[in-house]
């Protein structure tokens, strides 16, 4: 099988989301595992519970990720598109399909940039931490993982068959 320009596209920005995913973890470092708790909290006393759990190293890890988290969600988008053009050119895909593949990325990555941007402000003001904004926020992140996941799965499983049937011939 040739690898085709949209191909080579897809393959280039997920490999380019491999690394950048690779470098927030390492930047990370122990960390890491304190994001997930924090996109997904879903109170102020949560919120805080799990800021004050950090040690000071773990608060600058948590605050020097955010550069390179700027720049990620653009990655994942392009990549996700572009693995959403590469399906488009092997299999027909309706147009609510294309539509819902085309715009999911972006409007993940967007949500992306909204809950880095909360999480940078309430690190360093505290006093901000709301169950209003806290909730709004993990919401905003919810929905951020459903359509990335919900996008990768759909192109995964649209791979998988695209492949098991160039295997069959």
């Known amino acids: 099988m040739i690898l085709s320009a949209l191909d080579r596209r897809m393959l280039g920005w997920s ?32 919120y805080r519970q799990i800021l004050a ?5 773990e608060i600058a890890r948590f605050r020097s990720h955010y550069l390179p988290d700027f720049v990620h969600p653009a990655i994942y988008a392009f990549a996700l598109r572009a693995g959403a053009r590469s399906l488009a050119a092997k299999t027909p895909l309706s147009p609510a399909v294309t539509t819902a593949l085309a715009v999911a990325p972006v409007a993940s990555a967007a949500g ?11 690190v360093d003001n505290r006093e901000q931490i709301t169950d209003t904004v806290v909730r709004a926020t993990t919401v905003v992140s919810s929905v951020k993982w459903v359509l990335a996941i919900g996008t990768l799965t759909y192109l995964s499983q649209g791979f998988l068959r695209v492949w098991g049937r160039a295997l069959l011939r």
Not at 36 to 46: D, K, M, Y
Not at 53 to 57: A, I, N, R
């Open 53 to 57: 759990s950090m040690d000071e190293t």
């Open 15 to 46: 490999a380019l989301f491999v690394v950048s995913q690779a470098n927030i973890a390492r930047l990370l470092g122990p960390a890491a595992p304190k994001v997930l708790e924090v996109q997904t909290a879903w109170s102020e006393q949560r």
């Open 112 to 122: 992306d940039y909204i809950e880095n941007i909360v999480g940078l402000v309430l």
